[in-house]
């Protein structure tokens, strides 16, 4: 569907860059579902975000391709590091690859398993932590990851909205997943927090 507005303001949006352009290309080759990836504009936000923090350790939940772990980091300290976990083993030299080619090899580490077992083995205070993997595990990674987020620190959640089936969830598990997680962060006192209707919906979440 097209929307006159968004196309209004991408086109006034920085492009995001040749190393970032050839990866959203090679996904669409080479992937079976490339709609997962974050793309030029929510990856610029992504950047934007990350550069007003300056975090010094950021913990990213689904890398896919990498293409949103190479966005976050461009925020990140001199001395910044971002743990990025990913399920799926196959996708690593891919990952790897786009990584040594932003010249961010020393900055991320990539991890691969189940989240929620490599999670609690991370000896790090985090500064921001992106969800992005399995939603119908957000609530489960959102309770591991909180503990591990500083005071002030910051959580984005992406697919929210989940093509706006969260207004209406009967019959859909992922979208009760995320209502019921969206549900939750609202209701959480330890949290503010804020739903951009962005692409598919982002959630930002401050730690109190």
Partial sequence: MQNPVFDYCFSHTSPVGPVLA?????????????????????????????????????????????YSAICLAQGLTDDGLLHTIECNDERAPMILEFIQRAGLSERIQLHLGDAAEIIPTLNETFDLVFLDAGKLDYARHYELCLPLLR?????????????????????????????????????????????????????????K
Avoid at 158 to 177: F, I, M
Avoid at 193 to 202: A, E, S, V, Y
């Fill in 151 to 207: 005071p002030g620190g910051f959580l984005l959640a992406d697919n929210v909205l989940w093509d706006g089936k969260v207004l209406r969830p009967q019959g859909d598990a992922t979208a009760l997943a995320l209502h019921q997680f969206n549900e939750q962060i609202q209701n959480d006192s330890r949290v503010e927090n804020l739903i951009l209707p962005l692409r598919d919906g982002l959630m930002l979440v401050r730690k």
């Fill in 22 to 66: 050839e990866l959203q290309r090679q996904t669409h080759l080479r992937t079976l579902s490339p709609q997962m990836l974050s793309g030029p504009y929510q990856g610029m936000l992504l950047q934007f975000i990350s550069r007003m923090i300056r975090p010094r350790r950021i913990l990213e939940i689904g890398t896919f391709t990498g």
